[in-house]
């Protein structure tokens, strides 16, 4: 039994990562205070005072576990997520996706976090850390607490804008049209001797031109005020640049010089060049290819790029203002200060970008401090698990090139077998996470959940 005369445990933020914090430590026995700015100092996204609020898109995506993001939604079932709990009694017709009604969606939670008597909500903004707390404000987050976050990650771990290019499957790429180098063969993959760093996706004068026609045409998501964010030189939409010039791609993130394709023996007329992502290399990023058209147009147009005309999307380019740390730069594996491992952090805020994301971390995150404060080290789920996959890339994603990053099964151990049907692929893989994660679950006590 808890002493509930000592100090209480805090969570600031009030949005899908807090309350489902709050909730889990209270459901273990915590005094829980969870600190929300709202009405007291509003933002400019969101319109009620209400907890959980949806400020964009009423619906949390697939629940089919082929699909990332519904094999995270059994994941964070298994370990009795409240947040799909209230978004199974707010939902509305959406086919196989959690669609909800986002009224309902926000008044079940601020009811069930209000009536619980272990949850008190202090309407008031917060200006530093406290210990032990957990931190889930988002990509909104005051500039007090900004600055307060600031002082005890580094001055460079806070990013404030967010230019995020498209990663595709590495399987997806054709590899008969593609070629591997870096310019003027001065990078080489580690460990794989002479090899450039860059898959290269060359293009003919006749493909640049026609791949410019596309870009002038296609649709682009206009910002709300909220959302509108200056556009630096270095962070240029690829739409932005298109408008400058027919040539000024082919003199920026599409410049040719210094590549020669080893199978023409000569240089192309304009290049995509793609980055790998992650330690596996199981994704790549379109380098320079940060954009604000909408996801349609990202499928037409970035597939005319010889070499992915079939390219599985794991993740789409995006341009918006976006609060978040630079978390394999400044947190530990289970997301806390390096200081102190009872200041942790959940939500986007973390570098995980979407609803359902945001939630599983302040889950992760409570069943962690729920293990400091009973004297046991943290742990996170294994990485064969679409939870632990995003922890092991908030841990390991290269500091110098780290952006948001969404759930996709790129970021999951692999099989260590080949499997052709992707479908099939994606089936064997979501069937181990969920038995991993039931293990790993049983190993640390948690409440059984909810039946998907």
């Not at 309407?123 to 607490?145: D, F, K, N, Q």
Request: hydrophobic share 40%.
């Amino acid at each position: 039994m808890r002493d509930h005369g000592a100090a209480p445990v805090h969570v600031t933020g009030g949005g899908l990562a807090g309350s489902e914090a709050a909730w889990q430590l209270a459901e273990r026995g915590w005094r829980v205070v969870l600190h929300e700015m709202r009405p007291v100092r509003q933002t400019p996204a969101h319109q009620t005072d209400r907890l959980a609020e949806l400020v964009c898109s009423n619906t949390f995506k697939s629940t089919e576990t082929s699909n990332a993001h519904g094999l995270l939604k059994a994941e964070m079932r298994l370990l009795g997520s409240m947040v799909l709990t209230a978004a199974d009694e707010a939902r509305v017709p959406g086919g196989s996706a959690l669609t909800v009604d986002r009224d309902v969606f926000s008044a079940v939670i601020t009811s069930r976090i209000q009536g619980h008597p272990l949850i008190e909500v202090v309407r008031e903004e917060t200006t530093s850390l406290a210990s032990p707390t957990i931190v889930a404000t988002g990509p909104l987050t005051s500039e007090a607490l900004a600055e307060a976050i600031r002082g005890r990650t580094g001055s460079d771990a806070l990013s404030f804008y967010d230019a995020i290019a498209p990663i595709v499957a590495w399987d997806s790429i054709d590899h008969d049209v593609v070629f591997r180098a870096s310019r003027y063969g001065k990078e080489t993959m580690e460990g794989a001797g002479a090899e450039g760093a860059y898959m290269n996706c060359p293009m003919t004068r006749e493909e640049y031109e026609a791949f410019l026609d596309a870009i002038a045409v296609a649709d682009q998501y206009q910002a709300k005020a909220f959302d509108e964010v200056p556009y630096f030189e270095g962070c240029m939409p690829i739409e932005v640049m298109a408008q400058r010039g027919r040539e000024t791609l082919r003199f920026g993130p599409m410049k040719p010089v210094g590549l020669e394709d080893p199978r023409t023996g000569r240089r192309p007329w304009a290049v995509v060049q793609l980055r790998q992502e992650d330690r596996a290399g199981a994704m790549w990023n379109l380098v320079g290819f940060q954009t604000r058209l909408r996801i349609a147009e990202q499928q037409r147009v970035f597939r005319m790029i010889p070499g992915l005309a079939s390219a599985e999307f794991l993740r789409w380019g995006q341009i918006h203002r976006n609060a978040y740390l630079n978390a394999p730069a400044c947190l530990t594996s289970h997301l806390s200060l390096r200081d102190d491992p009872m200041v942790l952090f959940a939500g986007q805020l973390t570098g995980v970008e979407g609803y359902t994301e945001s939630t599983a971390t302040g889950l992760v995150a409570a069943l962690n401090l729920d293990r400091l404060l009973g004297g046991l080290a943290p742990s996170v789920p294994p990485p064969t698990t679409m939870i632990g996959a995003l922890y092991r890339h908030l841990r390991e994603a290269d500091p110098r090139h780290f952006q948001p990053m969404n759930a996709n099964f790129g970021l999951v151990e692999g099989l260590g077998t080949e499997v052709r049907d992707k479908k099939r692929k994606k089936e064997l893989m979501a069937e181990r996470a969920l038995a991993d994660l039931a293990a790993w679950r049983d190993q640390l006590h948690a409440p059984l959940g909810a039946a998907s």
